[in-house]
Every structure is written in C-alpha cells, then in structure tokens.
C-alpha cells in the first residue's frame, strides 16, 4: 500500500490488519517507501478489499506476479503489491 506511513499507529494499523489475514503467508511493510508486499495463495481482489475495510482507506492493487516456490505442491502462490492513495 502507497500511503503516508509516518507514524507508528498508522504502521500497527496495516500490520495488525496483515496479520490477521489467514491466508496470507508472509509481508513485507516497506515504510520509507509506503508500499506493502504480500505472499500467498489467496485472490489478491479480495485481501485488497479486507485490507481497505481494515484500514479504512483506499487500495489500490499494483502488480501481481505469480511466484514459483519449487515444492510441487500445486499452490497456486502470488505475490501482491498494493497501493493506499491519500485519504
């Protein structure tokens, strides 16, 4: 998520709203930068869409890329990158 990160309740905020997502498996908060990177096999419209009624904000999804994780598993993983405009 794109936003202003530049407090430490807006950063719990996302963190706290990431954590609590299932079925996401691993995130990165890129503070200085204001984006956010997830990993999983989840469908990135619907965590962008609990992700914004969590934070109270808007999403926006940036690029998706599917990863390969090499444990032929058949886990279809994503990686999601999402951006926050301004309120």
Same mark, same amino acid.
């Given at each position: =998520? ?13 963190? $706290?709203?990431?954590?609590? =997502? ?8 890129? /503070? ?10 989840? $469908? ?6 609990? =992700?914004?009624? =969590? ?7 940036? *690029? ?5 994780? #090499? *444990?032929?598993? #058949?886990? *279809? /993983? /994503? ?6 405009? $301004?309120?």
């Amino acid at each position: =998520m794109r936003t202003n990160i530049d407090c430490g309740g807006c950063y719990r905020k996302i963190r $706290d709203a990431l954590l609590k =997502m299932e079925e996401l498996e691993s995130h990165l908060i890129e /503070r200085k930068h204001g984006r956010v990177s997830v990993l999983g096999a989840f $469908d990135p419209h619907a965590v962008a869409v609990k =992700m914004r009624k =969590m934070i109270n904000r808007r999403v926006e999804i940036l *690029d998706i890329k599917k990863v390969d994780v #090499g *444990d032929n598993s #058949g886990d *279809d /993983r /994503r990686l999601l990158a999402v951006a926050d405009s $301004d309120k």
